[in-house]
């Protein structure tokens, strides 16, 4: 096992590329789909389950963890993955898409953001300091520098005004997170949807110096056309030998989309959002478990899938428990998508390998346009 982190890339086809991040705590297959385990967990899943899925990282929410239970009380308890019994790497984000989302909540200066906490009301501050201190203290492997992140469309003074900000502030986290052997420090590239912008943002971030570069600002409101637009460039713009990482993406045409354009990690919350909600992703498309069609149908979820919600339940009866309000329907329908995330990348590493992502692509969309899709 890897005493310090590095990144190696073992196959490219096109833009799309395929490695692996060795950590400390165990070598993470890239593209890499990260399940967001924001309070500590991944919800409605056993850690072991979400291991037996193919996950080789989680990700945790500085912002909630640091409210509840706090930031210390996980130091004192053995750091974060002791206390939610996860032995494999964990990425943490900054908190900063957190605190931008609060609106009315929150004052923005150059020393960070005050806020008061959705819990309680009590005042807080979040600065490129506090983030990076809050991620040590929770015992990340991957850190992600402090940075603001404004909903898209935007003027695009707001946008560059925005970008320069969190480039000051990715200096600042640098200087704060010092030399941790075995952490990483990942910095993000912001700038909208303008090139000029992204480039500058990226250069910024180059000579400060970072483990790891995520493309940030996407996923924001842009549209998958527009986000597609700027991974079109924006990872080209970025480090060839270290890791690019797109935040908080999404469902399975996004993430072929952005592995096709050169992103190694991707995270979402829509896999286990969308199973406690009765919503299931399959090779042919979204299955609404809680339609009356699937009252009397003896079929699994997908005849291909190996996960225990598909080799042991037919959907009438995961119609059934979602109907009746039982927790087991989003336990089974959340492993299922996790497993159903984790087999995508999975393919898409082999196809990468063998020099044939194209026609990986073709099947992948072939089958949603030919199955039996329904509307989210």
């Known amino acids: 096992m890897a005493s310090r982190f590095s990144f190696s890339l073992n196959a490219t086809d096109g833009a799309a590329r395929s490695g692996v ?3 400390p705590r165990g070598d993470i297959r890239t593209p890499a789909f990260m399940p967001v385990g ?15 899925t193919g996950a080789d990282i989680l990700l945790g929410n500085t912002y909630h963890l640091m409210l509840r239970p706090g930031a210390e009380r996980v130091a004192r308890l053995g750091g974060l993955h002791r206390f939610m019994n996860w032995s494999r790497p964990i990425l943490t984000d900054s908190g900063g898409f957190q605190v931008m989302s609060l609106a009315g909540l929150r004052k923005l200066t150059e020393e960070g953001v005050r806020f008061s906490s959705h819990i309680d009301g009590s005042k807080h501050l979040l600065s490129p300091e506090t983030s990076i201190e809050i991620q040590r203290l929770l015992g990340s492997d991957i850190v992600m520098c402090f940075d603001e992140c404004p909903a898209l469309p935007a003027d695009e003074k707001k946008v560059a005004e925005s970008m320069r900000l969190s480039m000051r502030w990715a200096e600042r986290s640098r200087e704060a997170f010092g030399d941790r052997p075995g952490h990483a420090l990942f910095g993000i590239q ?4 303008t090139p000029d912008l992204r480039a500058e943002s990226a250069e910024a971030l180059q000579s400060i110096g970072f483990d790891g570069y995520a493309v940030g600002g996407l996923a924001v409101g842009e549209g998958q056309d527009a986000m597609f637009g700027v991974l079109d460039y924006a990872p080209e713009m970025l480090p ?3 890791p690019r990482y797109l935040m908080g993406v999404g469902k399975p045409d996004d993430i072929v989309g952005a592995v096709k354009r050169g992103i190694d990690m991707m995270d979402c919350v829509l896999p286990s959002r969308s199973g406690r909600t009765g919503q299931a992703f399959t090779r042919r498309g979204v299955v609404n478990i809680k ?11 997908d005849e291909s899938c190996t996960c225990p919600a598909c080799s ?7 119609h059934h428990v979602f109907r009746a309000g039982e927790m087991i329907s989003g336990m089974l329908l959340t492993w299922h998508n996790l497993h159903y995330y984790q087999e995508l990348m999975a393919e898409m ?12 692509e073709t099947g992948f969309h072939a089958a949603r346009k030919n199955g039996d899709i329904e509307p989210l």
Not at 291 to 301: I, Q, S, T, V
Not at 312 to 318: E, M, V
Not at 353 to 359: C, L, M, N, S
């Open 21 to 23: 991040i060795q950590t």
């Open 291 to 301: 339609n009356a069609r699937h009252a009397d149908d003896p079929r699994p979820l």
């Open 240 to 242: 060839q030998d270290k």
């Open 312 to 318: 042991g339940y037919s959907r009438a009866y995961l």
């Open 349 to 360: 590493r082999g196809a990468i390998a063998a020099g044939d992502f194209a026609t990986f």
């Open 38 to 52: 924001t309070a500590a967990t991944v919800k409605a899943m056993l850690p072991e389950s979400v291991a037996a």
């Open 190 to 193: 912001q700038g909208g949807v």
